[in-house]
């Protein structure tokens, strides 16, 4: 079977999978979405207090575990670290507060399209431009260093981190902070999000799906396999929503989104960019730290961390639109980016744009 099929096909089980979740109880246009979800985790586990976005989402540790068992089935699972751990912090930190700003991750970002939500396009028009300038210093050898392997299994405590925390999520759930109200309180059976977690962990990780993947290819490779992956996600969720009654273009009045399309540009330009030097998406960063690269890991702390700062500073965005302090940020992080990008290019390493 071509790799252009498997990408098609893969994009087609993880839209019906993301109908299926938003179906049963996710919000809406948010069947899936890495940035919210990591947001809602950092809540539950009390690391901001902002009560309508605070759940132990279980599709984040199904992602890593699914990731998991998919490498070792293919005998993938390989211990890797010590490429820039704090940039690499640093990077995910930025990419989270970009995918804040702009209310969703890359995946959410075509879940909304898909849903009629035209400020998403808005969205993706930034997040290729962050993607493409991110080309643009790859093609000038930017590299971070490279990884290299690590003895013993310091690759697994990651994800038996998360196996931990999905075992004290279903049986000493009271640990955990739970929103009454708000986007957190939104969400499907519990059983049914980790199935789909595994399941999308598992796929991503053995066809190395990845949306920054989908525009670093077309950019630097003029392959276009993912793309039409992407396409298939987005064709069948528009579908999916079509017979459920659930589409509504325009601009205005979006689930969980703002009509400020200057910050929803810039917010995933900044995502994009930093995806980019990472090698990675959201998505993607998960599945890897779930195959045994702490580098990903580190990034998801990142991440993790961003999604609490966002809310313990008043930096991501609501539906009235993005704060001051947000935009601040948002712009503190591509100067960053490209500070990175400066200092790391035309530098001879091995380069990889997937981050596994």
């Given amino acids: 079977m071509s790799k252009t099929i498997i990408l098609i096909a893969s994009g087609l089980v ?44 279980p599709e984040i540790p199904g992602f890593i575990l699914g990731a998991l068992a998919a490498a070792l089935a293919a005998r993938e699972f390989r211990s890797s670290a010590g490429s820039s751990p704090f940039l690499r912090l640093a990077l995910g930190f930025f990419m989270m507060v970009g995918c804040l700003m702009f209310l969703g991750c ?21 997040f290729t431009s962050g993607v493409g300038i991110g080309a643009v210093f790859l093609r000038k050898d930017f590299a971070l260093p490279p990884r290299s392997p690590q003895p013993g299994n310091e690759g697994i405590w990651f994800p038996l981190t998360t196996l931990v925390l ?32 595994l399941a999308v962990g598992a796929i991503v990780q053995r066809t190395r799906f990845c949306f920054v993947g989908m525009i670093s290819h077309v950019f630097l490779f003029r392959q276009f396999s993912m793309l039409l992956g992407v396409v298939a996600l987005t064709a069948i969720v528009f579908a999916g929503n079509v017979l459920l009654g659930r589409i509504d273009f ?13 910050w929803n540009f810039l917010g995933m330009m900044l995502a994009g960019l930093c995806g980019a030097f990472l090698g990675g998406c959201p998505l993607r960063q998960l ?22 700062a966002a809310h313990n500073f008043a930096l991501a965005s609501s539906a009235t639109g993005p704060t001051p302090g947000g935009k601040s940020v948002v712009i503190a992080g591509v100067a960053f980016a490209i500070i990175v990008g400066l200092l790391h290019s035309r530098v001879k390493a091995e380069n990889t744009i997937s981050p596994a």
């Avoid at 959410?108 to 028009?125: E, K, P, S, T, Y």
């Avoid at 325009?250 to 200057?262: E, K, V």
């Avoid at 890897?288 to 609490?308: E, F, P, S, Y």
């Fill in 166 to 197: 999905l075992l004290l999520f279903f049986f000493r759930n009271e640990l955990f902070a739970a929103s009454r109200q708000g986007p957190g309180s939104l969400h499907a059976s519990a059983w049914l999000s980790l199935g789909a977690g």
């Fill in 106 to 126: 890359p995946l959410r970002m075509v879940l909304r399209i898909a849903g009629g939500d035209l400020n998403a396009l808005v969205g993706l028009a930034g």
């Fill in 14 to 57: 993880i839209g019906i999978l993301a109908l299926l979740l938003a179906a049963n109880g996710n919000p809406p246009n948010m069947g899936i979405c890495v940035a919210c979800f990591l947001r809602d985790t950092a809540g539950a586990l009390k690391l901001h207090e902002a009560m309508p976005v605070q759940y132990l989402r």
């Fill in 287 to 308: 599945v890897a730290a779930g195959q045994g690269n702490t580098d990903a890991a580190m990034t998801v702390i990142g991440m993790l961390l961003g999604g609490a």
């Fill in 250 to 262: 325009g601009f205005d009045g979006q689930p969980i989104a703002h009509n400020d399309a200057l």
